[in-house]
């Protein structure tokens, strides 16, 4: 649950429904319902968001109920077994583990994506005390009270961030490269079935086309990587709205064309529909998404990432319908793994599919002693 406790901002929400967030459990008893209910909780609901301390402790709840102990190190290493079989995984402690497979599911760790033209404002790299951040940076907004900021994007992780930033009383704008914000509709629970036939339910809410490619390997080459783009947009929760329209500035069809550092300011070039125009910020929040590419992941071996082969003209991994790259014994799940089984993969709804299958697969390489 690192990335929940460490790279989400103190009083964001989950942008996904209820029903969404159970972390597949083996046996009956693991969802978020009976967390909440053992726990003397209200029951969540489509019209409930969910905060995310709430879910980091469903999962901690999960993780010591259905799995055990968790080894609290960071794997800083994978290569190759010095039989060419199994694996050596490195940990930062200098310990080094023997392990017959390997399934990364890392989430979104590593993955933050920042255009070039803005981290040349941080030449030394972004953060937090930087003049540019990824919103992944942090975990407390309230730093930047008083300061002015420019948010880039339109997304959930931008509008909630200037929320946050807003009411936290930082000066903030949102920089938004579309022409409008797309806000997600209020949840109809008892929605007449013609309605829900039209607009399926989905782990996101309502959309008029819901991916339904977790479960399958849908398509081929492009056009599985045309699903996986076109199936979900930047957008807001349809919760968050009341925090930001009328209340913080968004301007739209926005773009940063020129980025400087002047000591402590970052000076922008913008263009829009009015022209071009200057802007001086003390912090350009980024909330301009994750780029899926394999060699992010620095901790697997350069000679273990070359032998993975890709999704055709994309960066992440081609996976068998188990999970599977091309190195045997390397598994991939998580967001790595929606350009081939579709957007679904990028929520916890995807864990039921795909830890069922990792898990029938991988057993295969162990050898009982």
């Known amino acids: 649950m690192g990335s929940w406790r460490h790279a989400m901002a103190t009083g964001m929400f989950l942008k996904s429904t209820p029903d969404a967030t159970d972390l597949s459990a083996p046996e009956p008893g693991g969802r978020p319902s009976d967390f909440r209910r053992l726990h003397g909780e209200s029951e969540l609901t489509e019209l409930t968001p969910i905060p995310c301390d709430v879910f980091v402790r469903y999962g901690q709840w999960f993780q010591k109920r259905y799995v055990g102990d968790v080894e609290p190190a960071r794997v800083a290493s994978v290569d190759r077994g010095p039989s060419a079989t199994g694996f050596v995984v490195g940990l930062d402690d200098g310990r080094q583990l023997t392990a017959a497979a390997v399934v990364v599911a890392t989430g979104l760790n590593g993955l933050a994506y920042i255009p070039k033209e803005l981290l040349r404002l941080a030449p030394e790299g972004a953060g937090a005390g930087a003049l540019v951040s990824h919103t992944s940076h ?92 076109r199936a979900l947009g930047p957008s807001g929760g349809w919760w968050l709205r009341d925090r930001v329209e009328g209340v913080v500035p968004v301007r739209t069809s926005c773009r940063v064309t020129r980025a400087e550092a002047s000591g402590s300011t970052a000076r922008l070039e913008l263009t829009g529909p009015g022209g071009s125009e200057r802007l001086a910020v003390d912090h350009m929040l980024a909330a301009t998404g994750y780029r899926l590419d394999i060699d992010a992941l620095a901790f697997l071996a350069p000679a273990l990432r070359r032998g993975v082969v890709r999704v055709p003209g994309s960066k992440p991994p081609r996976l068998t319908s188990t999970f599977e790259t091309s190195v045997p014994g390397l598994y991939v799940t998580g967001s790595l793994a929606a350009p081939m089984f579709g957007p679904m993969m990028r929520f916890v709804a995807g864990t039921e599919y795909a830890a069922a299958r990792v898990a029938r697969n991988a057993a295969r390489w162990v050898v009982a002693p």
């Open 138 to 229: 942090h975990s407390d907004l309230s730093r930047y009270a008083g300061q002015r900021i420019a948010v880039i994007g339109g997304g959930q992780s931008a509008l909630e961030s200037a929320a946050l930033l807003d009411e936290a009383e930082a000066h903030v704008q949102v920089l938004v490269r579309e022409r409008r914000v797309r806000w997600g509709s209020v949840p109809q629970p008892n929605r007449p079935w013609p309605q829900r036939l039209a607009q399926p339910a989905s782990p996101w809410g309502r959309a008029g086309h819901s991916p339904r490619s977790a479960g399958h390997q849908a398509g081929c080459g492009g056009s599985r990587l045309l699903l996986f783009h």
